[in-house]
């Protein structure tokens, strides 16, 4: 299957928290939770965490670089400093315009 | 986003208390615990009875003093014990 985003796709990291209701092994860090950002390249596929942690068929997900700006995530650092963070697309929503 | 819940004790980035401290450059020398505990970690792995995902559940599981508290590998048998527990490999009396 081919990438659902392409380089250069603007994309929003969906804003749930289910780990405050039960155990989960999430890979996508609480801080660019509802934040946009670019997507810069698809990684290719790999078997998701999400399930290798519990020991459970897991199926392969598509793997981005998406870069955010890092002011308003980390409240810190100069205008154009940039945050490239690692994420799986079943996180990731389309952003129109 | 103020509002979200605190993220759990191992989602460490942005978290002020970790900002500005120096990084040691090298790693530690290993004792011979730790490559044991390493050595022991391959065995698993080759015999299909740990994922990596598997022990970082284990690891990032631990309760926060453990999990600030215990060295590199002391975290890594505690977790790899609790895989084989949780996979039913051995029981709880087998590790303690």
Redesign the interface.
């Known amino acids: 299957m081919s990438p659902q985003f392409a380089a250069g796709a603007r994309v929003q990291v969906k804003n749930n928290r289910p780990e405050t209701v039960m155990r989960l092994h999430l890979r996508t860090p609480h801080y660019v939770r509802g934040r946009q950002g670019i997507v810069l390249r698809a990684l290719g596929r790999f078997p998701n965490p999400e399930d290798l942690a519990f020991n459970r068929p897991a199926p392969e997900k598509m793997l981005y670089h998406v870069l955010f700006e890092q002011q308003p995530v980390w409240n810190e650092g100069e205008a154009g400093d940039t945050l490239l963070v690692e994420l799986f697309e079943h996180w990731l929503e389309p952003v129109e315009g | ?1 103020d509002t ?2 605190p ?2 004790h191992h ?1 460490l ?2 978290n002020p208390k970790y ?1 500005c401290t120096a990084v040691e450059p090298e790693n530690p020398a290993l004792n011979d615990f730790d490559k044991r505990v390493d050595a022991l970690r391959v065995v698993l792995r080759e015999k299909g009875l740990i ?4 022990q ?2 284990k690891i ?2 631990l309760p926060p003093e453990e999990y600030f508290g215990l060295s590199y590998y002391e975290k890594w048998l505690k977790a790899m014990a609790a895989v084989l527990v ?2 039913g490999i051995v029981s709880w009396e087998d590790v303690s």
Do not use: F, I, W, Y
């Open positions: 986003m979200a819940p993220p759990t989602d980035g942005g900002r994922t990596t995902d598997e970082r559940l990032e599981s949780s996979r």
